[in-house]
């Protein structure tokens, strides 16, 4: 079992920057790749950014390629969001989910958190 807890998210303005993280229980963070979806109020759910266990891997959607960053640090059991020049389109839900696989599906990851607004102000 693993518990996601996200955390960062709030209001920005439109150019700014912020960092949001996701703290994970459990001793296995490291078998688990580890991704970034968003969704915008009346929109469909989006992938954002996704990372491999070992942090090798990265793989980031063309909205957000150039902008976003997705990082992890095993040994605080934590992978980590950064998000520069953010613009009006860039508000949303912003959830992180584990998988023992890299296919970033939203129906198909493992465990979810709750999720964290992000708000951003033209």
């Known amino acids: 079992q693993v518990q996601l807890v996200e955390s960062g998210g709030g209001l920005v303005q439109a150019g700014g920057s912020l960092r949001l993280s996701c703290a994970a229980s459990?001793?296995?963070?490291?078998?688990?790749?580890m991704g970034w979806f968003r969704q915008a109020p009346g929109k469909e759910h989006k992938f954002v950014a996704g990372?491999?266990?070992?942090?090798?891997?990265?793989y980031d959607a063309d909205l957000v390629k150039g902008r976003f960053t997705i990082s992890r640090d095993n040994a605080k059991n934590t992978v980590y969001l950064q998000m520069n020049s953010l613009n009006a389109e860039d508000t949303a839900v912003y959830y992180c989910?584990?998988?023992?696989?890299?296919?970033?599906?939203?129906?198909?990851?493992?465990?979810w958190g709750k999720g964290t607004l992000v708000t951003v102000s033209s």
């Open positions: 990372i491999s266990g070992s942090g090798s891997s990265i």
């Open positions: 989910a584990a998988d023992q696989t890299l296919r970033f599906s939203w129906s198909g990851m493992d465990y």
């Open positions: 459990g001793r296995t963070f490291s078998s688990y790749a």
